[in-house]
């Protein structure tokens, strides 16, 4: 099957998606609310590029309701630039329900953001891009004001220098076992929008198995019909190093496996490790890298979620010097 691309402008301007969303109820009938959540670990140099377009052409249009920073424990002053150009910052150890995440990554962060959004639509972006405009934000929600029959659609870039881990594992774990998202251009990309009722009926990988999990959980709860892409033309973002790739790589590997076992209903081989050995610098010799392996359970499942939704509801909108629970 062809996977829904949204290839023309479509709600580019912030005056044509405040339209769409305001022409967009959710099924109780009130204003529909859309979150952009930055997940962001030593993002210093970069937060303010990509928080800032977001404040100023979106959210003062009232084409988004908030923007919030999730800052994974940072070392450097992340926290204090995303809030001067005015997104909300939880910090990621103290948001959220109390949740024990000892080998907490992306994936964790992700969910904390999640209960700690106000958005019936929740957009995450990644907060190291080195070029960012508001556009891209514009682009992913558009598809999912206009289509009832949408739940997820995820970025493309025509001009993107990367996907080493896309192209060595993620291609080819799609074609294993789920052939019919073969169309997809950039599985991995930190760049999507989803609805808030099914990202809350998902298993988070606490690490960076996360992206292709919810591609993964989405195509077997709704269907591929369900996911579209939409093309934001460009990414540039800092990238690490082949270490970090193959963390990554094994990460993604141990829970697409883990995912497609337990559809089958079947348990995880109790040989299977979960330490990446990679080559020291003497030959012979290996290093040992223990891998994220735990996941986070769907935040409908807890029990503290049906408060947590109506404090949600009652919210009373985005304010940058707002006090909001997180």
């Not at 204003?31 to 930055?38: A, E, G, L």
């Not at 949740?99 to 700690?116: L, N």
């Not at 190291?128 to 949408?150: E, M, N, W």
């Amino acid at each position: 099957m062809t996977i829904k691309t949204f290839l023309g402008p479509g709600t580019d301007r912030p005056q044509e998606l405040a339209a769409a969303k305001r022409a967009c109820t959710t099924a109780t009938g009130a204003p529909v609310r859309i979150s952009v959540v930055v997940p962001a670990r030593n993002c210093a140099s970069t937060i303010e590029g990509v928080v800032a377009p977001v404040v100023e052409d979106l959210r003062e249009a009232g084409a988004i309701d908030e923007v919030l920073v999730v800052d994974h424990d940072s070392t450097d002053d992340t926290a204090r630039r995303a809030a001067r150009v005015g997104a909300r910052v939880v910090a990621f150890s103290s948001a959220g329900p109390t949740v024990r995440i000892p080998d907490s990554g992306k994936g964790s962060v992700m969910w904390k953001g999640v209960w700690a959004s106000h958005g019936d639509i929740v957009v995450f972006v990644d907060g190291d891009h080195l070029r960012f405009d508001s556009s891209k934000v514009s682009r992913l929600v558009g598809p999912l004001l206009r289509d009832a029959s949408l739940q997820h659609v995820r970025a493309f870039y025509d001009d993107y220098e990367g996907g080493r881990t896309t192209e060595t594992m993620a291609r080819p774990m799609l074609s294993l076992l789920h052939p019919e998202l073969g169309g997809m251009r950039q599985p991995l990309s930190g760049e999507h929008a989803t609805r808030r009722s099914a990202l809350a009926r998902l298993v988070f990988p606490a690490g960076w198995g996360t992206e292709f999990s919810i591609l993964d959980q989405i195509a077997r709860r709704y269907g591929a019909p369900a996911i579209g892409q939409v093309d934001l033309h460009y990414k540039e973002h800092v990238k690490g190093d082949w270490a970090h790739i193959s963390l990554q790589a094994f990460e993604l590997l141990y829970v697409a496996l883990r995912t497609e076992l337990r559809a089958q209903g079947r348990e995880l081989p109790e040989h299977w490790g979960s330490v990446v050995m990679t080559p020291a610098d003497q030959p012979g010799e290996v290093v040992r890298r223990p891998a994220r392996t735990q996941e986070l359970p769907p935040l409908v499942s807890l029990p503290d979620w049906p408060e947590r939704e109506r404090l949600r509801l009652t919210w009373p909108g985005a304010s940058a010097s707002a006090t909001l629970p997180s």
